[in-house]
């Protein structure tokens, strides 16, 4: 089983021009839509790779720990609070920084106050379970945030929104899928090479569906199991929908949009 923790990458770097960090494939809707769908627009016609990350709720985390450093990506829940997986915030875990980009394209990173990591988080030799962890931020991030959802189960063969900042491009981008797994632990998909497919760096990043022209989360990316998340990969995201996770994301953050 492979993590989606992305390599070493400083988050004071300046945005790279780079295309479609989160997969191809659009599942029938257009760049406009896919990017959209964040609050943000295409950066490169007939592409999914987005610009505005000034803009967008899907956040680039650095986090630092004893032996080294690693990108994730995040849902932006409140303003200061972020939504991630657990396994990006190992034990030894230092710091975690998050992306505060400008129209201009430079980026900060705003230094997170402290983390709460789901207590049963646990890896098995198949999946994690409660793979799910909240970022409390040092000071507010502008972007738009995201809801969770919760009044629509999730159910096989719905089509969801996947966004990260993830290879091959390492670069803020949205896909589609369609979901192939439900269950109390997870949902998820095995890649067929059509449509996208979350990569290493967007570990923590949503999968997420519009209802009510409102996007809400249904999953966090949490595991695959082929290398380069090619063809036959499962993709797994938590099922924060599900009992434990739910219950966690609502203590860590009460004051997110449930919906």
Not at 87 to 97: D, F, K
Not at 98 to 120: N, Y
Not at 243 to 253: D, H, S
């Amino acid at each position: 089983m492979k993590r989606r923790i992305g390599g070493l990458m400083a988050c004071v770097a300046t945005a790279l021009l780079v295309a479609c960090g989160g997969g191809g494939g659009s599942d029938g809707a257009s760049p406009e839509a896919l990017c959209n769908s964040i609050g943000t627009q295409p950066k490169i016609l007939n592409g999914t790779s987005c610009g505005q990350p000034e803009r967008s709720s899907v956040i680039l985390l650095e986090i630092a720990t004893g032996s080294g450093s690693a990108r994730c990506s995040g849902t932006l829940l409140t303003p200061t609070k972020v939504l991630t997986a657990a396994h990006c915030l190992p034990a030894g875990t230092r710091r975690v920084l998050a992306g505060a980009w400008s129209a201009d394209g430079s980026v900060v990173g705003i230094v997170a106050s402290g983390w709460a990591v789901h207590p049963q988080f646990q890896r098995t030799s198949s999946q994690l379970v409660n793979d799910a962890a909240v970022v409390f931020l040092s000071s507010p991030l502008p972007n738009t945030t995201m809801g969770v959802l919760v009044s629509e189960p999730s159910a096989i063969g719905q089509s969801v929104f996947i966004a990260g900042w993830g290879e091959p491009g390492f670069d803020l981008a949205v896909g589609a899928a369609t979901l192939g797994r439900v269950n109390d632990i997870n949902v998820g998909y095995t890649y067929s090479g059509d449509l996208a497919n979350t990569c290493s760096g967007d570990s923590g990043g949503p999968a997420y569906r519009s209802v009510g022209g409102r996007a809400g989360v249904v999953g966090i990316t949490s595991s695959g199991t082929v290398a380069g998340c090619g063809k036959g990969d499962l993709s797994l995201f938590t099922n924060v929908q599900g009992g434990a996770v739910i219950n966690f994301i609502r203590t860590q953050a009460p004051d997110a949009t449930y919906f």
